[in-house]
Structure formats: C-alpha cells, structure tokens
C-alpha cells in the first residue's frame, strides 16, 4: 500500500511556463514533507520541505503548498528552466521521535521544453 | 567539503551470492540512512543508524542487514540475492537524526542480480 502517491509518471513544460507537480498521501501522521530532485546517475538532491503548521513555502522559484485536509501537496517551479528537467520526489515523515525515516512517492520525470 | 561516497557505483553477482556495499558519509555526520530503489517504486526505506545505533527499519526482510563504524562510516549487507534484489541502493548521510536534518544522499550502487 503506497502511503504517498505521485500519480503523473511524466510531466513536459516549456521553458518560462509554471511546472506543478502534484502528491498524495494516505498517512494522517505525516507532519513534514519533503521534495527532492534527482538527475541521471546521481543521488537525489533536497529541494524544499514544508511542515504541516505551514501551508505555503517558498524558496526562489520553488514553492511547496499544502492542503492537510486533502492530504495533497504540490511543488510549484516559476519559472521553468531546461536545468529544471529531472525526476522530482516528495516524501513524508513524522515529526515525532528522534529515528529518521522517509517515504517517497514513486517520482514525476519534469522535462522542460526550451 | 566532500559529499557522501558510495563504493563500488556498479556490482553484478549471482543468485545466492552475498554483497556488501559500503557508504562513506559527509564530514561530521553522524546519521547513515540506507534507500533501494527500484523502477515504479521510488525509494524505500532500509535503516538508518546514528552513533553506530540502528535507530529504524523498514520493512525487508532479514538478509538486509547493515552496520555504522565509530567513524560514521556504514556498510549494507545482502546474504542470499534474489533477483528482486537488483536495484539502485542508496546512502545518504545528515548531521544528525530527526525529521528535520536534510538528508544527503550518495550516487548509489546499482546492483544487478543475475
């Protein structure tokens, strides 16, 4: 059972445009969630989190929103750049306890159109 | 400063075999956390170890197991492949446990289970 979803495999945007990509989570626990990029051939990279006091982060031409009563969040890129093209995770975790743990969703491939 | 060094970045073995694969974390970080990832499934949660600690695992069975050194360095160990077993397994390392200490992640080894 998949607690966080990102349902869009794919997504392709051209340059300058908004890119929103979207994710679901089942978890009523979640409390702080968490995008991350990844490229080819490496490790994936922290982009941007939100905990659930918050419903809107933002940080350059990234932003998080989140809705708890949907149990949606969505990372918002303004404007898009070719650079921006990857696969872009979110994750969840609980706040609670000190043990680390993340859940991912399955990845939505952004590819930004020059 | 140097980021986190997986060793080696590519393994083929054979069902039945056995593999370790060895993580070097971020100067100064003390957290280990362990990720597989496969196609469709993003990433997925191992275990994690602070102060040579597991402090949380998920949910794979016995023949993963791993270890942190007292120099925060860690290895993963998988007895028995399968050839489910093939996948992108990654390291990432932060200063410290809790939610809230952005992971840093390796480039991965790809394991290829034959």
């Known amino acids: 059972d998949q607690q966080v979803k990102q349902n869009s495999p794919s997504l392709s945007v051209q340059e300058g445009r908004i890119s929103i990509l979207n994710c679901d989570y089942t978890?009523?626990?979640?409390?702080?969630f968490l995008w991350y990029k990844k490229y080819p051939a490496e490790g994936p990279t922290f982009l941007i989190s939100?905990?659930?006091?918050?419903d809107k982060n933002e940080d350059g031409r990234f932003t998080v929103f989140l809705n708890k009563s949907a149990k949606h969040l969505s990372l918002h890129i303004v404007p898009s750049q070719p650079g921006d093209s990857a696969v872009y995770f979110c994750?969840?975790?609980?706040?609670?306890?000190?043990?680390?743990?993340?859940?991912f969703g399955s990845g939505t491939q952004l590819t930004v159109l020059p | 400063k140097a980021g986190v060094t997986q060793t080696p970045r590519y393994l083929i073995k054979t069902r039945g075999q056995q593999v370790t694969l060895s993580c070097s974390p971020i100067?100064?970080?003390?957290?280990v956390s362990w990720y597989q990832q496969t196609p469709g499934q993003g990433l997925q949660f191992l275990f994690e170890?602070?102060?040579?600690?597991?402090?949380n695992k998920g949910n794979f069975p016995g023949r993963f197991s791993g270890r942190q050194f007292s120099n925060s360095r860690s290895e993963m160990n998988v007895s028995t492949l399968e050839l489910g077993d093939s996948a992108l397994y990654l390291c990432?390392?932060?200063?410290?446990?809790?939610?809230?200490?952005?992971?840093?992640f390796g480039n991965g080894t790809r394991l290829t289970v034959t």
């Open positions: 100067s100064g970080h003390r957290s």
């Open positions: 978890n009523s626990m979640f409390d702080y």
């Open positions: 170890y602070f102060s040579e600690t597991q402090r």
């Open positions: 990432a390392s932060s200063l410290r446990t809790g939610y809230n200490s952005p992971l840093h």
């Open positions: 994750a969840a975790s609980i706040s609670s306890g000190s043990a680390r743990q993340l859940t």
């Open positions: 939100i905990s659930s006091i918050k």
